[in-house]
């Protein structure tokens, strides 16, 4: 059973920076691809939606409304993912969560918050 703790969530000014972390982030076999995800309410976020995905070998692919403005990355000495949110705007509010999973595949895939078996319970990001 892996269970995943998020931190680093806060509330900034639109255009300020904050980066997120997630522990564990070892790689095995079943959680060799690691991700964010945000979920909304509707100020900001609608819904659930993939943000950024890295996998055991370093790939990382985003979504487009983040690609530039925020960096997926991963200490493997501290099994630690992180994810560096710059420029942020209101439109990023939500409860940003990490998970973990074996996927694969195009950013169809990472995206899909059915492919990932492990979650946290999300850190809140909040935009004004």
């Known amino acids: 059973h892996v269970q995943l703790v998020e931190s680093g969530g806060g509330s900034v000014q639109a255009g300020g920076s904050l980066r997120l972390s997630c522990v564990p982030a070892?790689?095995?076999?079943?959680?060799?691809?690691m991700a964010w995800f945000r979920q909304g309410s509707g100020e900001g976020v609608v819904g659930r939606e993939g943000?950024?995905?890295?996998?055991?070998?370093?790939?990382?692919t985003y979504a487009d409304s983040v690609q530039g403005r925020f960096t997926i990355s991963k200490d493997n000495a501290k099994n630690t993912l992180y994810l560096q949110m710059n420029s942020l705007k209101p439109e990023d509010i939500a409860k940003y969560s990490c998970?973990?999973?074996?996927?694969?595949?195009?950013?169809?895939?990472?995206?899909?918050?059915?492919?990932?078996?492990?979650w946290g319970q999300g850190t809140q990001v909040t935009v004004s």
């Open positions: 998970a973990a999973g074996a996927v694969g595949g195009s950013w169809c895939r990472y995206r899909d918050h059915r492919f990932f078996g492990y």
């Open positions: 070892r790689v095995t076999s079943s959680t060799r691809s």
């Open positions: 943000v950024a995905a890295i996998e055991g070998d370093g790939t990382t």
